[in-house]
């Protein structure tokens, strides 16, 4: 992980050494290429030590550890002089003497920085030789390759056929018949590799074996075999432990099998399955380059055999077979778990029944800890097996978490702790910052890329057309594909909209996260005032859930050099002491319950001050007046959304943000004069923009100063992808052309507008990338389906309170092509709907909720077979009886699967 974190230094002093032409590091610049040049020779050795992290020396541990604070310190000190100069260059000098000042501050900067950056590098020298001294090598062939360690483990997870565990197996039933129905059964469209993914320890080799064994299966094939590819895939032996299996040679043939070149034996082996109808096991393959080192005796085309594959990275098996079923193994439920921990640890014993049912009683309790995944029950139930009395059991009870984590051998930590281990180093970063979120938090996976992003974990590709934004989504998706990352919510617009870690998966991150020192997570009780002491060295990341004793972190000075700090359910005025000592915080994240989002409160000052901020959510905080946020010319997200009260927002707050990406203000802003917005080109989202303060003849001009210069009255908002207006109340007599701004947003893909508006831009006038349209109180006379209806990639529309106050909407033969969600609320002057056959064919979900004057559901319904889920909510009796069995609106929604009435 070290290396990652060298890497990712060594590209940003890169970033600042090519803006030199500006004068960023004046003075300096030699020295931060002969700083670089040091990072960029001990990152090749940290690859090495990276590799055998598990088994190194306490020394060299410590080496890397100090290693990843010297690269931080390294990129604080150079960002802190640039940003410095940077402030200085752009105040302008109004006399001699302040311009002699000036000059005086920048030289006594200049010698500073100069020596700290020369302690530095003589820190990074030395313990580039320690680490050699300690034989990491440098990166090449023979560094990182496979350790004793690694043996050991794999060893240790070898799997065969012919091993059957004692153990019993429970609610794989349903998985076997499918599983065993798609290697058997004869399909039209043919396909060759049918694959089982999921998490570790869910059972994907139990499942596999159950089916090599299913009594069908053996009949349907001629002959099966079985292979252990694991994460040092051994192609040879991989070849010859198949051919084995399928032939099961004498030893004359055996010897015959050895002496084959690699060509002969894939060519064979290719034969054998084209001749015969074969099964394959390929358990615990790991990645893609493995299979393609396999591929070659494993024909895809003109054969009746097939492969069964089992694997923790779905986009592995998506990779191996397309076409094939790729079959996503669930968790157990709770009666499953419960039933495996009784058969493992209780139903066998013979002690009395009041002991029996005492240890019953506490096995329900700590089995709801495993969460479904069955190693965890397996290691839980061998565990209290082996605990003869209640008192043995009760002190389980009491520790049940440190119990299952600290078993030995192939225990739960070991087996997460390959998943983490077989990550890209860039990924491993990502995945440890998962840990700053509490259990069970559905984490908003916009929020947590834009985090990644302030923080520097995602790297810029070279592709123009692939923001960071993108980076970062493709990031988790390859974290999801590994089963790292469980998805909660998707959408249209943002694919995965919130995620979250198993219980057992997060306990393992944050396990790694403290042992690495990437981050602290503390846990205050209220009531005790207990804490989790800090681990020794700098802190650099600290997520603070409940309670408010913040004394440790606010004046140890180990919290001093924080770079993200999450607080959760922490009052924001406790806070207020301790942001000022934050001086290199880059991420400050404010995540309130829902329970206390009606308190009100001022922006604390003293966030102004924390120049290298580049994340900052204060969302349903209550915040009611926003002073300044001049200083912080790094923001590239701040999120000051709150509830239905009003804001003050200064009109010149982000005229000094240039990075400034994703903007969301108050929901209702107060802003005297109009907002000024130092680089608008750069902007992404724009939510909660108060129309009030525009010029409602030409919202462009609304945003009147681009830097220094008046912005162009037709300036185009380029990266612009979420745009949410809001019209204020105070201006409700007065209609707006939104025209104007909707046109200036070519790449626009998700748009609200709230208020009161002329009317809808004509189609061609709207972004054609358009995916989401929420309106509500736009009050249109006319009806808007005449003009949505021809956006070709909208996906998602919701009509709301008071959206169209016309009496009949239309949707007309090949209107909506691609939309998928529709919404109809709170219509209260809609009386009559009508959908023309072949209108919405890619409906998937409608919702009707207090539309009172409508009369019925159009008959156009009974013609979008696509349609599977119909809400009617809050509508009259009269609406609804129509609608039942026997009703007179019934045959228009019998093919729908899911109703809601």
Known sequence: MADAI???????????????????????????????????????????????????????????????DVAYDAEDIIERYALEVGSRKGRGIQNVLKRFLCFLGEAKAISQTSSEIGKITKRI??????????????????????????????????????????????????????????????????????????????????????????????????????????????????????????????????DE??????????????????????LVVLDDIWKVADWNSLCAAFPMNHTNSRILLTSRNEDLALQVDPRGPLHKLPFLNDENSWELL?????????????????????????????????????????LLATKQTLEEWTHVHRNVKSYIHQQKDLGINTVLALSYDDLPSHLKLCFLYLGHFPEDFEIRTKELIQMWMAEGLILQTRSNKETLEDVGERYLQQLVQRCMVQVGQKSFVAGIKTCRLHDLMRDFCVEKAKLENFLNVININDESNEEIEAPIGKVRRVAISGGSNLVIVSRSQKYFHLRSLLTFSVPLEDQKSMLGNFKYLRVFNFVISTINRSRVLDLPPEINSLIHLRFLSLRYTGVRSISSLENLKCLQTLDLRSTNREANVPNDMFRNMEHLRHLYLPRFSRVNGKLQLANASKLQTLVNIPVSICDVKDLTTGFDEFGKKLMPSKFTFNCLHVLKITIQQRSNNKRVDITPMVTS??????????????????????????????????????????????????????LGSSACTGEKMICSVRGFPQLQSLSLVDLNKLEEWKVEEGSLPSLCHLKIERCHKLRMVPNGLQFITTLQKLEIINMPMRFRDRLGKGGRDFYKIRHVSSLQI
């Open 6 to 68: 060298v890497s990712i230094v060594v590209e940003r002093l890169g970033d600042l050494l090519i803006q030199k032409a500006k004068s960023s590091l004046h003075g300096v610049s030699d020295q931060v290429e002969l700083l670089q040049d040091e990072l960029k020779l001990i990152r090749c050795l940290l690859k090495d030590a990276d590799a055998r992290q598990n088994e190194r020396e306490n020394i060299v541990r410590q080496c890397v550890a100090d290693i990843r």
């Open 745 to 798: 947003c070519p790449h626009i893909y998700e748009l609200r507008l709230w208020g009161k508006i002329e009317k809808l831009p004509e189609h061609d006038k709207i972004s054609p990338h358009l995916i989401q349209l929420k309106l509500n109180w736009t009050h249109l006379e006319e009806d808007p389906m005449l003009i949505l209806e021809k956006l070709p990639n909208l996906k998602i529309l919701h």
């Open 342 to 382: 009784q058969n493992l640890a209780i139903s066998w014993r013979s002690e009395d029944s009041k002991i029996k049912e005492d240890m019953s009683c506490l096995g329900k309790e700590m089995v709801t800890y495993c969460k479904g995944l069955p190693l965890a029950v397996i290691v839980l139930g061998g």
């Open 257 to 278: 099998i050895r002496s084959m070149t690699d060509a002969e034996l894939a060519e064979k082996l290719c034969e054998i399955q084209q001749r015969k109808k074969c």
């Open 125 to 254: 020298s030395t313990l580039n030789s320690h680490l050699q001294n300690y034989g990491i090598k440098f990166d090449s062939k023979e560094a990182g390759g496979p350790s004793s360690l690694s043996e050991k483990i794999r060893e240790q997870r070898q799997t065969y056929a012919h091993v059957e565990y004692d153990h019993v197996v429970v609610g794989l039933e349903d998985n076997l018949k499918e599983v065993v129905a798609c290697l058997t059964e004869e399909v039209k469209y043919k396909y060759r590799v049918v694959s089982i993914c999921g998490m570790g320890g869910l059972g994907k080799t139990t499942l596999a074996r159950k089916i090599y064994h299913h009594q069908e299966v053996k009949t349907h094939f001629n002959c099966r075999a079985w292979a252990c590819i694991s994460q040092q895939c051994q192609r040879r032996d991989v070849w010859e432990g198949v051919m084995i299996g399928l032939i099961s040679p004498s030893k004359v043939q055996r």
